[in-house]
């Protein structure tokens, strides 16, 4: 297994390179329409600051911001997959050679210790999280890079019954409105409705991730993300909050049966510059890169 081994890591490391440097299609294509929906003369200015820094960031081969985040790894693995008892090692290696060759900034602060390991390795980093998925001979990874100012908003409450849907959209909008101009607006907002404060912080994290140009199958959630989306846009914060025509990317919500007495509810933001991705291998080692295609 030598030769797959090397050849999956290979593959790795020029993903994650990739994810660091240019934006998936789906968040492009986004920031390109806001930008040319966009008539405030400062507002205009960031997002062409941003198109250029997209560009040069290609051009020059760097990442497209200096804060490259901390790797987190979600990995949905076949169970069949040839080659999942080394995966958790071989991206720990990655991760340490994608920080060297990218070069990724190096975020990882050992806890307790609070000093930094130089390669974005340490305890429970990089983060990983598995599903297994019966039956499939396949393996799909995302990656995201999680930033420091998109993280600061993240929370999670766990409300009282009566609180309900209101409650939580409430929630939704005291949080953005006191710390979504510290994620470098516009904003993805992942909103997780779950029973407890972890679930709901998950599910909220999954909803973060999925593509924006998506809604949830519920018509209930579709409808609160398109209100939501509104309600947030009405604000006007504009790219870094220079106010400007909208706030926000996207808006998914990420739900699951609850508790009859509680309504958890999870926030994560992603910046403009959220940077994910996903690769997928089948069981011969091929692969393919399914988030950045277009351009
Ligand atoms: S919030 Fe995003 S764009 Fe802003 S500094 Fe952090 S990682 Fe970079």
Redesign the pocket.
């Known amino acids: 297994m030598f030769k797959e081994r090397k050849l999956m890591k290979d593959k790795l490391v020029s993903f994650v390179d990739l994810v660091a440097k240019e934006l998936p299609d789906d968040i492009y294509k986004k920031i390109k329409l806001l930008e040319a929906e966009e008539d405030a003369s400062l507002a205009n200015e960031i997002y062409s600051c941003m198109s250029i820094n997209m560009k040069r960031a290609k051009e020059l081969n760097r990442p497209i911001?200096?804060?490259t985040?901390v790797l987190q790894f979600y990995i949905r693995a076949g169970s069949k997959f040839p080659y999942l008892a080394d995966l958790k090692e071989l991206l720990t290696e990655v991760t340490k050679e994608v920080t060297k060759s990218a070069p990724l900034r190096p975020n990882a602060v050992e806890v307790f210790d609070e000093v930094n390991t130089g390669n974005n390795v340490g305890t429970k980093l990089p983060w990983i999280e598995w599903d297994i998925i019966d039956d499939s001979k396949n393996l799909e990874i995302e990656v995201y890079?999680a930033?420091?100012?998109?993280s600061l908003p993240g929370r999670s409450v766990v409300l009282p019954p009566l609180s309900g849907y209101e409650g939580a959209v409430q929630f939704v909008f005291d949080t953005v409105v006191e710390m979504g101009i510290?994620?470098?607006p516009p904003l993805i907002v992942g909103i997780g409705i779950g029973t407890c404060s972890n679930t709901a912080a998950s599910l909220s994290k999954k909803a973060m991730l999925r593509p924006i140009n998506t809604s949830n199958p519920h018509p209930f959630a579709a409808e609160l993300e398109k209100k939501i989306e509104e309600g947030l846009n009405n604000i006007k914060m504009g790219p870094q909050g220079v106010t400007g025509k909208k706030s926000v990317l996207g808006v998914n919500i990420e739900g699951m049966a609850h508790h009859p007495s509680t309504l958890g509810v999870g926030i994560t933001i992603g910046?403009?510059?959220?940077r994910h991705g996903i690769i997928k291998f089948d069981e011969n080692f091929n692969s393919v890169i399914t988030t950045h295609k277009e351009k």
């Open positions: 911001c200096q804060d985040g890079m930033g420091g100012g998109c510290n994620a470098c910046c403009w510059a959220s």
